[in-house]
C-alpha cells in the first residue's frame, strides 16, 4: 500500500459528508489569521467545529499515515462532502479570542485544535524521514490515540514510515499465532536493545483491549491502550539535562523465567522510597488561584522543602526559569510559571506564553500522575499507581528514576517519575560507576528481575 500511495498521481482523502458545523469548519482552516482577535462567540464556534471535524473517525486511524506521507504533498486533496480542499491547508493553528467578555483578564490563545491528531503531524516523504534507530519510539508514543481494528497494527502501521525497517528486519507478520503480547514485547525487546531503558517511560496505566494488560509483563507498554501520551519528561532532548542515573550506557536484557515468561533484568540501585503522596484534581491545573491557595498542595511541597533545609541541604534550592512573561491584558494573578517554578516542574517554556498556553503544558506534564514525597523528603511527580513503600529506582541508563514494587522474589514496574533532588545523577554521589558494568553487581548497585 506504501508504494501505491507514494506512485499515486493524486491522493483524495475523503473524510465523510457535510454535517453540522463542517462547512464552516473548512472555512475556518481556510482563512483563519493567527494574527487576528476573534470576539469569544465566534472564537468558541470556530474552536468547537474545528475540534469537531477532527474528531472524525478518519483522523483517529493508524493506518491513514501512510496516505499522508506517502503521497505527493502537493496532490493531496481533503473531500467532505462536495468540498474540496488542499491537504496543505489542514495545519495545526492558535487563534486569539477576547475573553473579557467571560469575565476574564487574559485573552485565550486557541489551539484548532486543540489537540493536534497525528495525521497533521506525521509530515510527508519529501520533506521528512523517518529511522527506527531515531523515531520508532516517538511514532509509537504520538499514535498512542489512534484507534486500530487489529491491536497488532499499533505496531506494524508505522513499518512502511520507517527507511530502515527492513534492514532493522521489522517485518508485519500476522500469522495467527503471532499474538498482540508476541507483538508488543518484541517490540519493547527492540526498544531496550536500541533506545536504552529509558524506553521503559512508555509504560503508563491505562487498560487497553480486555486481557492484554493482565498478559503483558509490567516493562512492556500497552499500545492497544487509546491514551493521551503522558511521559512526555522521559522521552528525547527536550527536557535535557536529565540524566538521573550520570549515563547512557544500559546493563539490561530480557531473558525467560522457569514458566517461558519474559522477564528483564535491568541493573540500578534503590535512591529513595516514596512515604506520602498527594492527587491533584483538574482544578488545581486550570486555576491558578486555587492551586496557589489550596493548603494541603501547597503545605505537602512546602513541608519537603523546609525540612530539608532545615537539615543544612540548602543546595535543593527553588528552579528559576530564565524568561519574561508579558500577559496579554491587564492581569494581577499568580500565573503558572510561578507555582510551576515551586513544585519543580520541568516546563519547556518559550517566554512567549499566555496564561493558558502554560496551563495546557503543566496539565500534559501532570495527567495520570501525582505529587509524592520520599523517605528522604525529596519532592517529586510519580505515577498515579504508586503507592507508599514503592522504591525510587535508579536504572543505569536511564534519564529518569523509575518507580518499582517489590513483589516476592521480583519487582513490577509502575513508571518514570520525576524526583526534584534526584535528577543530576544524585543518587550516584560517591560511587564509581567503574563497579556497576561488571558480571555481577556490586554494591550499592542490584540487578533488578522486572516481570
Known amino acids: 500500500m506504501a508504494y501505491i500511495y507514494r506512485s499515486a498521481v493524486c491522493v483524495i482523502i475523503d473524510i465523510g459528508e457535510v454535517a453540522g458545523d463542517s462547512d464552516y469548519a473548512l472555512d475556518a482552516i481556510l482563512t483563519c489569521s493567527e494574527e487576528r482577535l476573534y470576539d469569544l462567540r465566534q472564537g468558541i464556534r470556530i474552536r468547537d467545529a ?13 493506518w491513514v499515515l501512510q496516505e499522508i506521507y506517502m ?26 479570542v477576547d475573553s473579557r467578555e467571560a ?5 485565550w490563545h486557541v489551539g484548532l485544535p486543540y489537540t493536534v491528531p497525528i495525521p ?79 524506553c521503559l517511560s512508555f509504560v ?17 507498554p500497552d499500545l492497544s491502550s487509546q491514551c493521551r501520551p503522558e511521559w512526555v519528561i522521559g522521552f528525547g532532548d527536550k527536557y535535557s539535562p536529565i540524566t538521573a542515573s550520570r549515563t547512557t550506557n544500559t546493563v539490561a536484557r530480557v531473558a525467560h523465567s522457569a514458566q517461558g515468561a519474559p522477564v528483564l533484568k535491568a541493573r540500578g540501585l534503590v535512591a529513595d522510597v ?35 533545609l532545615l537539615r543544612g541541604e540548602v543546595h535543593l534550592a527553588l528552579p528559576v526559569y530564565a524568561q519574561h512573561w508579558v500577559p496579554c491584558t491587564e492581569e494581577t494573578r499568580i500565573h503558572p510559571h510561578d507555582w510551576a517554578q515551586e513544585y519543580g516542574l520541568p516546563l519547556d517554556l518559550t517566554g512567549d506564553e499566555s496564561d493558558n498556553d502554560i496551563a495546557e503544558k503543566i496539565m500534559a506534564f501532570y495527567v495520570g500522575r501525582q505529587l509524592g514525597i520520599s ?70 548497585f542490584h540487578d533488578f528481575w522486572i516481570w
Open 50 to 62: 474545528v475540534n469537531k471535524l477532527y474528531e472524525r473517525s478518519w483522523f483517529q486511524r493508524v
Open 71 to 96: 503521497a505527493n504533498k502537493a496532490e493531496a486533496i481533503v473531500l467532505c462532502g462536495a468540498r474540496v480542499l488542499p491537504w496543505s491547508a489542514s495545519t495545526p493553528k492558535r487563534i486569539w
Open 103 to 107: 469575565q476574564e483578564t487574559e485573552h
Open 120 to 198: 497533521l503531524a506525521v509530515g510527508n516523504h519529501q520533506t521528512r524521514q523517518y529511522t527506527a534507530r531515531e523515531d520508532l519510539m516517538s511514532l509509537l508514543c504520538q499514535t498512542r490515540t489512534c484507534a486500530a481494528t487489529d491491536p497488532r497494527d499499533k505496531v506494524f502501521a508505522l513499518f512502511s514510515l520507517l527507511s530502515d525497517a527492513a534492514s532493522e528486519k521489522l517485518v508485519a507478520d500476522y500469522a495467527e499465532s503471532h499474538t498482540t503480547v508476541q507483538v508488543y514485547t518484541e517490540i519493547a525487546t527492540w526498544l531496550l536493545s536500541k533506545v536504552g531503558i529509558s
Open 204 to 220: 503508563v496505566e491505562q487498560s487497553g483491549l480486555p486481557g492484554i494488560p493482565q498478559e503483558l509483563p509490567s516493562w512492556v
Open 274 to 308: 516514596i512515604v506520602s503522596l498527594c492527587k491533584m484534581s483538574r482544578n488545581y491545573i486550570t486555576n491558578t488561584r486555587i492551586m496557589t491557595d489550596t493548603p494541603t498542595v501547597q503545605e505537602f511541597v512546602r513541608q519537603s522543602y523546609r525540612r530539608r
Open 375 to 444: 523517605e528522604l523528603e525529596y519532592p517529586g511527580v510519580v505515577p498515579n499507581g504508586a503507592q507508599p513503600g514503592d522504591l525510587i529506582c535508579v536504572l543505569l541508563g536511564g534519564a529518569l528514576p523509575f518507580i518499582l514494587r517489590k513483589t516476592d522474589d521480583h519487582f513490577r514496574l509502575i513508571g518514570e517519575s520525576y524526583i526534584y533532588g534526584l535528577m543530576r545523577g544524585e543518587a550516584l554521589d560517591g560511587v564509581a560507576l567503574s563497579e556497576a558494568y561488571g558480571e555481577d553487581a556490586l554494591v550499592p
